[in-house]
């Protein structure tokens, strides 16, 4: 069973701390994802569950071992980086088969190994290519190909789609969870992208500032961020954030609109209301004003920026097809049981009754 716990882990640079005590249970078979913003530590982590970066505190499980000091090769993991450097020279069933030819297993086992690893990739008629002859989408699964014929305990990625477009993304989100599904493999993912985090995760670990700010559920993080970071960062368009003030129980915005709300009388003080775009709703008899600043159609929804009575932008999401112009104002309802409420001084979420 490999599953994977991190327990305290911290990792300092000099004197540089970039890493302040993470703690992450990574269940076996699990698909999870670090997900944070450029810098927040998430290439380090991963570097340190691989092995090729010294742990500055705490400790590294895979299985029932501590890893700490045992060296890369001798882990049991498989990496995939986004740079997948393929060799040029060799054909694409010579570079998935290299790590093993140089671990000298039999040429026989390695046949078997790179054409199975080929036919659940969708590489089988490529075989016998070089690399330049190659997609980059067909490149990157070559990349996957070389992990998976070593039948690692566990796969490690670090934003191994960064370099696809668009549409290749997507595709490969969905062949990476398939492979998953299939290999049953525990594997850990590190992408700056919160819709690949949404889309393939069993569990989230969203990370800022050398924390790891919340762990869970994608659906569980996107309906109960525990603090403005992990509101802010998951769900696109972002969430709408308006000031706010509680008092006696009661929650109303700074310029007086109260809201259908309750909290316990103990929270007093500045808040910060959470409303995800497409929680307002057009509505004639909504509370809050709104001024349509933009709006853009996408097809299937319409997204509309638009600014409240007292300068704040926000921006509204609807599957209806709307009539609106810039410079119209609209009213808009919410839907009260999808406010998030957040203490405006410590960030954290404060539960609504
Ligand atoms: P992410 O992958 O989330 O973008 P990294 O893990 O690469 O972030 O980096 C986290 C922090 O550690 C950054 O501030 C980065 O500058 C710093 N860092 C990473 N590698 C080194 C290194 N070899 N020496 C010094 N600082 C480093
Ligand atoms: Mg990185």
């Known amino acids: 069973?490999?599953?994977?716990?991190?327990?305290?882990?911290?990792?300092?640079?000099?004197?540089n701390e970039v890493l302040h005590g993470v703690d992450i249970d990574i269940p076996h078979g699990s698909f999870t994802i670090l997900v944070g913003p450029s810098g927040c530590g998430k290439s380090t982590l991963l570097r340190m569950i691989a092995g090729l970066e010294a742990i500055s505190g705490g400790e590294i499980i895979i299985g029932d071992k501590v890893v700490n000091d045992i060296s890369s090769p001798e882990r049991d993991i498989a990496m995939v980086f986004q740079n997948y450097a393929l060799y040029p020279h060799l054909t694409v069933a010579q570079n998935m088969g290299f790590s093993l030819k140089v671990?000298?297993?039999p040429k026989a086992e390695?046949?078997?190994?790179?054409k199975d690893a080929a036919k659940m990739l969708g590489l089988t008629e490529y075989l016998s290519r070089r690399p330049q002859k190659l997609s980059g989408g067909q490149r990157q699964r070559v990349a996957m190909g070389r992990a998976i014929v070593r039948d690692p305990s566990v796969f490690l990625f670090d934003e191994p789609l960064s370099n696809l477009d668009a549409k290749m993304r997507g595709q490969m989100r969905t062949e990476?969870?398939?492979?998953?599904?299939?290999?049953?493999?525990?594997?850990?993912?590190?992408?700056?992208?919160?819709?690949?985090a949404m889309t393939m995760a069993d569990q989230i670990v969203v990370m800022n500032d050398g924390y790891a700010q919340q762990i869970g559920a994608p659906l569980e993080i996107y309906d109960r961020p525990q603090n403005l970071f992990v509101a802010?960062?998951?769900?696109?368009?972002?969430?709408?954030?308006?000031?706010?003030?509680?008092?006696g129980g009661q929650v109303h915005l700074t310029d007086g609109t109260?809201?259908?709300?309750?909290?316990?009388d103990h929270v007093t003080g500045d808040i910060v209301v959470g409303i995800r775009p497409e929680h307002l709703v057009l509505n004639s008899t909504g509370s809050l004003k709104l001024i349509?600043?933009?709006?853009?159609?996408?097809?299937?929804?319409t997204h509309i920026s638009a600014t409240t009575s007292i300068g704040i932008p926000v921006k509204l999401v609807t599957t209806d097809r709307v009539t609106v112009e810039a410079g119209e104002t609209l009213a808009a309802g919410y839907e009260a049981d999808k406010l998030h409420l957040f203490d405006?001084?410590?960030?954290?979420r404060i539960e609504t009754l």
């Open 344 to 348: 405006a001084e410590t960030t954290n």
């Open 1 to 15: 069973m490999a599953q994977v716990k991190i327990e305290q882990v911290r990792k300092a640079y000099g004197d």
């Open 292 to 301: 349509v600043d933009e709006v853009e159609p996408t097809g299937s929804e």
């Open 258 to 264: 109260p809201l259908q709300i309750k909290v316990e």
């Open 110 to 114: 390695i046949d078997t190994k790179v």
């Open 176 to 196: 990476l969870r398939s492979m998953h599904r299939r290999l049953g493999s525990t594997m850990i993912y590190v992408t700056h992208d919160q819709i690949e």
């Open 232 to 247: 802010s960062f998951i769900g696109a368009p972002a969430m709408n954030f308006l000031k706010a003030k509680a008092e």
């Open 103 to 105: 671990a000298k297993v």
